[in-house]
């Protein structure tokens, strides 16, 4: 079994592809390569180089790989279609210039359910049409990602369409594994309400990836209470370091281990940078616990 443990720009706060208030790119790879990683994630497409040369010459200087790329944009929105595919495209583009492996999909946040993230009886549904219409959208992006050669997953996000369990379940149910495999996020699947665990045992054959994310189980309490939003939950730590939450990341090894995973192992700490403490902080100490655990 060989598990590589890489890290994303979310962890230092980078959601979006620019924004005054964002370290340089090439500081976050030199951040990301002392901390002791040697993948890191592109992030949101136009942050990173879009050269290939470019970029690929700074992760030969910090001696990174890149892991792989997310397409965070609106499924839901049929008006955002345009915007989704842009994304898909560019990002396509860019994980193949580098012999990056992993293409992850993730509906981004919705007004209509980022009131109910971690409230699954709550949450409003799709109706047959919508569901039909966005699960074909999900299914092209994706084939578009294997055309180019990279292995796509889906990945549930707190406050969007495709949050918790019984939704994922459906999706996966109703698109080809040959097509469609899971990112699966640790720290989502719990801030939902569900067992990381017990949906990895469940799932493995179909998990081609991995995010590596904690929950602050007081800070989860409130804000599902309080029907907080999510960048305001961010703001509040409810992803906190690993280790220091929720997830059983001993029983998540142990899972990978039963099942012979191999490959990225990714820690994406969503956060503020604006809060006590530092990115790079985190990042050390995020790698230092894994390390501890066996990892």
């Not at 924004?19 to 340089?24: C, F, H, L, T, V």
């Not at 008006?79 to 583009?93: E, F, H, I």
């Not at 994706?142 to 994922?168: N, Q, R, S, W, Y």
């Not at 991995?210 to 992803?239: L, S």
Request: glycine content about 8%; overall charge negative; charged content about 25%.
């Amino acid at each position: 079994m060989t598990i590589r443990i890489g890290n994303a720009p979310c962890s230092w706060g980078i959601e979006f592809a620019s924004d005054p208030s964002y370290p340089a790119w090439r500081e976050v790879l030199r951040q990301n390569a002392e901390a002791g990683y040697k993948g890191i994630e592109l992030g949101p497409v136009g942050y990173m180089p879009e050269d290939p040369s470019e970029l690929g010459d700074a992760l030969s200087e910090f001696d990174l790989e890149l892991i792989g790329g997310v397409v965070f944009r609106p499924y839901h929105d049929v008006a955002a279609w345009d915007d989704v595919l842009d994304g898909t495209l560019r990002t396509c583009k860019a994980l193949s210039a580098h012999g990056a492996k992993h293409l992850v999909l993730i509906d981004s946040i919705s007004p209509r359910r980022a009131p109910t993230a971690g409230r699954a009886s709550e949450a409003e549904q799709m109706d047959k049409a919508e569901w039909i219409a966005y699960h074909d959208r999900i299914a092209e992006t994706a084939k578009i990602g294997v055309d180019h050669g990279l292995t796509v997953g889906i990945h549930a996000h707190a406050g969007g369409f495709m949050d918790f369990e019984p939704e994922l379940d459906r999706l996966l149910s109703e698109v080809d594994e040959s097509i469609l495999k899971i990112c699966f996020d640790t720290g989502h699947h719990s801030y939902a309400g569900f067992d990381p665990v017990a949906f990895m045992k469940r799932n493995m054959s179909r998990i081609s990836y991995m995010h590596f994310k904690d929950i602050d189980p007081v800070v989860k309490a409130d804000v599902v209470a309080k029907r907080t939003d999510f960048y305001t939950a961010c703001g509040q730590g409810i992803f906190c370091n690993l280790g220091q939450g929720d997830v059983d990341f001993a029983s998540v090894r142990q899972v990978l281990i039963d099942n012979n995973f191999e490959g990225w192992c990714t820690v994406e700490q969503d956060c503020d940078p604006s809060m006590p403490g530092t990115p790079m902080e985190d990042a050390k100490a995020n790698r230092e616990y894994l390390q501890s655990i066996g990892f």
